[in-house]
């Protein structure tokens, strides 16, 4: 179950994607209820077998999200056959697996923003919604919940009461064929020589929500940057779909109106990866930034901090900071890189890092909590068919 389901995104889109059509390609019977499904075509040939769309109101989420939760509850509960496993990939209330992509919706409000100001949000009708949600799925002892992180299992069974017998923790993965392939690194290198020739280092960006993000505190760092011995300036590339107007004026008023460019939208992140010398994501929350995979398997340097759930998976291929506000932290960071031999080092060591990271395994490790969830619940069907026949009649497979 995912609100959207679609090719070519980033994100949870991408996951589902990734994880339906592995799933079929491994024989599986797959189903997606979706409120927005692609075209077949879009599809592809390895197509999940059945698109199910269920519509819902789009013109306020609060509204959407309780709706689509309702209706694909509804929808899964009347299959007949039942399904043997119910994933999720949004906020809905009844599922076997739920996966907690965005993490504790409370722990995102809390970094995100903290203090008065996160409690205030935390009244609206959006943030209700999604805290309420969330906390009826963490207390029901029969579902499990999917985290890609210890960062977000850590919070749940801390903060939540999740018991850690529940929790899947399995990373995201990554397309390796496609971040480290030769037309990636060919292509990169031309738009390099056309875009920016000279011998400044080229730092990238790739993010939406940029205030989530850091970028603010990547600016800073860039004005507190001082010239490399051979005059050399770190310049950014910023690659994401926030406006950048206001981001603009701000680069213009630190005076970095010619280190910084924004790039809008970019669906060729493979190509920018092979165009930088690195990839610096300071963020305040990110349960699974999957940049962070995709930028070391094109053997990019990576500056995160250890608010992004992805970094722990790296084992030592990226320089990892303090989730603070002090950007003199990340000025440093940057600086430390500015040898290219450590670039280099670190990159190859990050690529090293997510090398059995695909999604291959990643579909493998979900069977195999799906048989898992499969044979915890037949004990207890039998159980409860031993005392009342009649609920053997209309089981499914």
Same mark, same amino acid.
């Given at each position: 179950?995912?609100?959207?389901?679609?090719?070519?995104?980033?994100?949870?889109?991408?996951?589902?994607?990734?994880?339906?059509?592995?799933?079929?390609?491994?024989?599986?019977?797959?189903?997606?209820?979706?409120?927005?499904?692609?075209?077949?075509?879009?599809?592809?040939?390895?197509?999940?077998?059945?698109?199910?769309?269920?519509?819902?109101?789009?013109?306020?989420?609060?509204?959407?999200?309780?709706?689509?939760?309702?209706?694909?509850?509804?929808?899964?509960?009347?299959?007949?056959?039942?399904?043997?496993?119910?994933?999720?990939?949004?906020?809905?209330?009844?599922?076997?697996?739920?996966?907690?992509?965005?993490?504790?919706?409370?722990?995102?409000?809390?970094?995100?923003?903290?203090?008065?100001?996160?409690?205030?949000?935390?009244?609206?009708?959006?943030?209700?919604?999604?805290?309420?949600?969330?906390?009826?799925?963490?207390?029901?002892?029969?579902?499990?919940?999917?985290?890609?992180?210890?960062?977000?299992?850590?919070?749940?069974?801390?903060?939540?009461?999740?018991?850690?017998?529940?929790?899947?923790?399995?990373?995201?993965?990554?397309?390796?064929?496609?971040?480290?392939?030769?037309?990636?690194?060919?292509?990169?290198?031309?738009?390099?020589?056309?875009?920016?020739?000279?011998?400044?280092?080229?730092?990238?960006?790739?993010?939406?929500?940029?205030?989530?993000?850091?970028?603010?505190?990547?600016?800073?760092?860039?004005?507190?940057?001082?010239?490399?011995?051979?005059?050399?300036?770190?310049?950014?590339?910023? #690659?994401? *779909?926030?406006?950048? /107007?206001?981001? =603009?004026?701000? &680069? @213009?008023?630190?005076?970095?109106?010619? !280190?910084? $460019?924004?790039?809008?939208?970019?669906?060729?992140?493979?190509?920018?990866?092979?165009?930088?010398?690195?990839?610096?994501?300071?963020?305040?929350?990110?349960?699974?930034?999957?940049?962070?995979?995709?930028?070391?398997?094109?053997?990019?340097?990576?500056?995160?901090?250890?608010?992004?759930?992805?970094?722990?998976?790296?084992?030592?291929?990226?320089?990892?900071?303090?989730?603070?506000?002090?950007?003199?932290?990340?000025?440093?960071?940057?600086?430390?890189?500015?040898?290219?031999?450590?670039?280099?080092?670190?990159?190859?060591?990050?690529?090293?890092?997510?090398?059995?990271?695909?999604?291959?395994?990643?579909?493998?490790?979900?069977?195999?909590?799906?048989?898992?969830?499969? #044979?915890? *619940?037949?004990?207890? /069907?039998?159980? =409860?068919?031993? &005392? @009342?026949?009649?609920?053997?009649?209309? !089981?499914? $497979?």
């Amino acid at each position: 179950m995912i609100e959207r389901f679609a090719s070519n995104a980033g994100g949870v889109e991408n996951v589902a994607w990734q994880v339906a059509h592995g799933l079929a390609r491994a024989g599986e019977d797959v189903t997606v209820v979706a409120r927005e499904l692609p075209s077949r075509m879009e599809a592809g040939p390895q197509v999940p077998s059945m698109l199910r769309r269920v519509a819902v109101p789009r013109f306020w989420q609060p509204l959407r999200v309780l709706a689509f939760s309702h209706v694909v509850g509804r929808r899964v509960r009347a299959a007949t056959p039942r399904f043997d496993v119910v994933h999720s990939f949004s906020r809905t209330r009844h599922q076997d697996l739920y996966r907690a992509g965005g993490g504790s919706h409370a722990d995102f409000l809390e970094r995100t923003h903290p203090g008065a100001g996160g409690r205030l949000r935390s009244l609206s009708p959006r943030h209700r919604t999604l805290l309420a949600l969330e906390r009826r799925v963490f207390a029901d002892p029969d579902q499990r919940i999917q985290c890609a992180s210890q960062l977000v299992a850590r919070r749940l069974t801390e903060e939540q009461g999740v018991d850690p017998d529940r929790i899947l923790l399995l990373p995201n993965g990554v397309d390796l064929d496609r971040y480290a392939s030769s037309s990636a690194r060919d292509a990169g290198r031309m738009l390099r020589l056309r875009e920016a020739p000279g011998p400044d280092p080229v730092w990238l960006f790739p993010a939406s929500g940029w205030h989530r993000k850091g970028l603010d505190r990547v600016l800073a760092a860039l004005v507190r940057l001082r010239e490399h011995r051979r005059g050399h300036r770190p310049r950014l590339w910023i #690659a994401g *779909r926030d406006d950048p /107007a206001s981001w =603009r004026r701000r &680069a @213009d008023r630190l005076g970095l109106e010619d !280190r910084v $460019r924004f790039l809008g939208p970019r669906s060729d992140l493979e190509v920018l990866y092979h165009a930088v010398d690195g990839m610096v994501l300071p963020t305040r929350y990110d349960p699974f930034a999957n940049v962070t995979l995709e930028a070391a398997a094109a053997g990019l340097p990576i500056v995160t901090t250890r608010a992004n759930g992805a970094a722990e998976w790296l084992d030592g291929g990226c320089r990892v900071l303090a989730d603070d506000e002090d950007p003199r932290s990340l000025a440093a960071a940057l600086e430390a890189l500015a040898d290219p031999a450590k670039r280099s080092a670190l990159g190859a060591r990050a690529r090293l890092a997510v090398a059995g990271l695909d999604w291959q395994s990643h579909v493998e490790a979900l069977r195999d909590a799906y048989r898992r969830i499969v #044979a915890d *619940r037949r004990p207890l /069907a039998g159980r =409860r068919e031993a &005392a @009342d026949p009649r609920r053997a009649q209309g !089981r499914g $497979r």
